[in-house]
Each structure stands twice: as C-alpha cells, then as structure tokens.
C-alpha cells in the first residue's frame, strides 16, 4: 500500500487525481443504482426495486428515530444519497487495486482523509444552515450560551470534534480494512503454496470488510441525522 497518489497542479491548487476517478465512479454507480431501481415502478416491486424500497423504509426509520418527520422528512432525500454514496466508496476498493508506475489509482475514495473530512465538513455545515433556517438566528445562537454563558467555548470545540470524529471515523476503518487485505495478499502469496494459504483468510476478510463497510455507511447516516436533529429540533 506504500505507493505515491496521481497528483496534478492546476492554478497552484494539487489535486489528487485517483481521489477525482474514485468520487466520479461512486457518483455514476450510485446514480445508474437509482435509476435501474426506479425505471420500471409497480406497485409489486421486486428485485432492484424492492431493495431500494428497503433502503428508502431504513433511512426513514433513522430519521424518525432522531426527530418528528415533519422536520426531518426534509432530510430524506439526503440521508438515502449518504448511505447509498458511503457504502459504494466503501466496496470500492475491496476486490482489487490498481497499480500504475507506482500510482495507486484505483482504491476506496473513503480510504483517504481528504474526502471523509470534506463529507464531514458539509453534513456540519448543512446542519449549521438548517438550524439557522428552521429556527431563526436568534433562537439558533442561544443554543451555543444554553444552559449557561461560560458554554460557549466548550460548545464551539464540539463542533470541530463532531466534524474530526464524523469523517476520520470512516476513514480509520476503510483505510485499515485494505491496509489488512494488501498485507493478507502480499505477505501470503509467495508461490503457489502461499497463494493456496492466502485465498481463505483474503476472503474470509473481504467478507468482514464488507459488513465493516455497511455499518460505517450507516453510522455516518446515523451520526448526520443525530447532529441534524440537535440542530433543527426546539427540545433539543
């Protein structure tokens, strides 16, 4: 896994160009997922669109486990897009990696702290607009002096310690999981006899790494509805 990123200039702003393609096939998988499944509707839904029907029913119970649907039935929409966007990214980078001229480009987008952190960064910042919406200005900022003045500072740290644990949460587990799988694949398979030995315990952790991968999707869905609900909510 000790391999340099694409990186290119432009304007004197880097960009991670692996991190570009990864975030660009998450989005166009996601989308051709939520087109397949709604393409062709009936009232008797069956595969694709039975699962996205399921999908649609857990992200509403999220919701509705944090705060009233009136309020939260706003955020449906970008709950469904969170769980679907993070457990793509997550799958990524399970069945292979690729390699070119030592450039790692082809590996999980959430293995990489640049883009958890930015997923975090925007679920904060939409909680911080909504709560202003919702609630007015006035109303919103007496949250951050409740119950007591001397709060405010302890309550301007949580912030940025929601934000830091929301994105390098997700980013520890991804990166560890494909950390494990290229030392599982490079440490054991040398020749036959040792790629024999890797094939079991490589699967056996693809498999685990795919559960993993499911419950980090929805602990960050869980995680932004929570910061959501406390933001949006008058009895919070």
């Known amino acids: 896994m000790d391999h340099k990123a694409p990186l290119y200039e432009l304007f004197g702003l880097t960009f991670n160009l692996a991190n570009v ?8 998988i996601v989308l051709a997922i939520a087109i397949a499944a709604t393409r062709n509707l009936s009232m008797r839904p069956t595969g694709l669109q039975n699962f996205m029907e399921w999908v649609v029913d857990f992200v509403k119970g999220i919701i509705k486990s944090n705060m009233d ?8 929409l970008l709950g469904l897009t969170l769980i679907m966007y993070v457990f793509v990214a997550n799958m990524l980078g399970l069945p292979f990696s690729v390699v070119v001229h030592d450039e790692l480009w082809w590996k999980s987008p959430t293995a990489d702290p640049a ?7 925007m679920v904060v910042a939409l909680s911080h607009y909504y709560g202003i919406k919702l609630r007015g200005a006035s109303e919103y900022l007496k949250g951050f002096t409740s119950p007591m003045w001397f709060m405010f500072p302890l309550k301007i740290i949580e912030e940025f310690a929601n934000t830091l644990t929301l994105g390098l949460r997700l980013y520890g587990n991804i990166f560890a999981g494909e950390i494990l799988l290229a030392l599982l694949v490079g ?6 006899g040792g790629t024999i030995a890797a094939i079991i315990p490589t699967m056996v952790w ?15 869905t869980m995680l932004t509805m929570v910061y959501m609900a406390h933001k949006v909510s008058h009895d919070h």
């Open 21 to 28: 393609l990864m975030v660009t096939i998450t989005c166009i």
């Open 69 to 76: 649907w009136e309020t939260g039935g706003r955020f449906h």
């Open 115 to 121: 883009i958890t952190l930015t997923l975090a960064v």
């Open 187 to 192: 440490g054991l398979a040398t020749g036959v």
């Open 206 to 220: 693809q498999a685990f790494s795919i559960f993993v991968g499911a419950i980090q999707a929805f602990i960050f």
